[in-house]
């Protein structure tokens, strides 16, 4: 490749990253919904980054999901110690790179199969960041509990059924604003191409 249409081609890529990290941190802090102990429903804060990861890979977007986190830091977060961090903030943050293997496997060459790699790969966030979130809440929010009907310290089956109902209320409408826009852009060629690095 000629080097200086390699270098262009790097440019871009950095350009698109800085704009999609700028686009999913924009969304975070302008939450539709805040939920009382933490967690929010977004207008799609997760997409940006994980169209990225789709179209670029993990290696290149491993380091704009990192800078998520960093970002996340400076505007302010809930927790307790540096594990509460790992599995409510640091763990998400990886799964974010979750299309880019599903693009690798999944994708198909028709047009209706064309990005079923796409939903794939935020199906699998979902299921792995509502595991981090609920182990987070078992181990480290489940005492001194105030919020609608479960009040006090809970234990065993309780702790693990009040922490998955309370981050399924706002990561599951999350995730499905997500694929509704997701489906959205991924349909409309012209969005495509200012995202995808081959055009």
């Given at each position: 490749m000629d080097l200086k249409k390699n270098a262009s081609v790097k440019t871009r890529e950095v350009v698109i990253g800085a704009v999609c990290l700028s686009l999913s941190?924009?969304?975070?802090i302008f939450p539709i919904w805040r939920m009382p102990l933490g967690g929010d429903v977004t207008a799609g804060s997760a997409l940006p980054l994980l169209l990225y990861s789709y179209f670029y890979g993990f290696r290149k977007s491993i380091l704009y999901c990192c800078s998520f986190v960093l970002l996340q830091f400076?505007?302010?977060?809930?927790?307790?110690?540096?594990?509460?961090?790992?599995?409510?903030?640091?763990l998400p943050a990886s799964f974010l790179c979750w299309p880019c293997v599903c693009n690798k496997n999944m994708s198909l060459s028709s047009e209706y199969h064309k990005h079923k790699g796409f939903f794939w790969g935020v199906v699998l966030y979902f299921?792995?960041?509502?595991?981090?979130?609920?182990?987070?809440?078992?181990?480290f929010w489940s005492n001194g509990i105030d919020f609608g009907i479960w009040q006090?310290?809970?234990?065993?089956?309780?702790a693990w059924s009040y922490s998955f109902m309370y981050n399924l209320l706002y990561l599951l409408p999350d995730t499905l604003i997500?694929?509704?826009?997701?489906?959205?852009?991924?349909?409309?060629?012209?969005?495509?191409?200012v995202i995808k690095k081959d055009i």
């Open positions: 941190f924009l969304l975070y400076v505007f302010g977060i809930f927790f307790i110690n540096v594990w509460s961090i790992l599995l409510d903030y640091v299921l792995f960041r509502i595991f981090s979130h609920t182990l987070s809440g078992v181990i006090g310290d809970l234990v065993g089956g309780l997500v694929i509704v826009l997701g489906f959205i852009i991924l349909k409309n060629k012209h969005l495509t191409k």
